[in-house]
């Protein structure tokens, strides 16, 4: 997955893409469930979060950090 995630972002930045990565956005430990949905709710909710800003930042014409 790193290697396809350098590429995915090399495409976005010379496409002018908005991309989140959010592969590490989430720790490895507390987060994850053995359920189809994964994330527990506490995380989903911290992902949402982190969505919702990026989409923010865009409808505001800011960077993505």
Do not use: F, K
């Not at 090399?10 to 989430?26: C, K, P, R, T, V």
């Amino acid at each position: 997955y790193d290697e396809y995630r350098v590429l995915l972002a090399d495409q976005a930045a010379q496409q002018d893409w908005h991309l989140l990565d959010l592969w590490d956005a989430m720790p490895e430990v507390g987060c994850y469930t053995d359920s189809p949905v994964h994330l527990t709710p506490e995380c989903s909710a911290r992902l949402g979060v982190l969505v919702g800003d990026a989409i923010t930042a865009m409808a505001d014409h800011r960077t993505l950090p």
